[in-house]
């Protein structure tokens, strides 16, 4: 009989041994999840941007070529004197 108790008791704590182990992977898993859903959303923002960017370039173009083209109309003239249709 003690025997049996003896194996009894190992069985538990083998058994607990497993449960413990399988909670732990389970934090681990859950863990794994919200890393990979925040990579993502990073990802997503990331995205987001990038053809906000792609969007606004058109326009950024416009403005700065729109700017040259009403300097040149006030000075006509280079830093140093030259015309600027010779640059």
Do not use: H, K, T
């Amino acid at each position: 009989m003690l025997n049996s108790s003896a194996d009894l008791q190992q069985l538990r704590e083998i058994f607990l041994q497993i449960f413990d182990r399988l909670f732990e992977q389970e934090a681990l898993n859950q863990n794994f999840e919200q890393r990979i859903s925040r990579l993502e959303q990073d990802a997503q923002r990331q995205e987001d941007r990038v053809e906000f960017l792609e969007s606004e370039i058109p326009g950024l173009r416009y403005c700065v070529a729109r700017n040259a083209e009403l300097e040149y109309a006030e000075n006509p003239y280079s830093l140093d004197g030259e015309p600027r249709c010779n640059s």
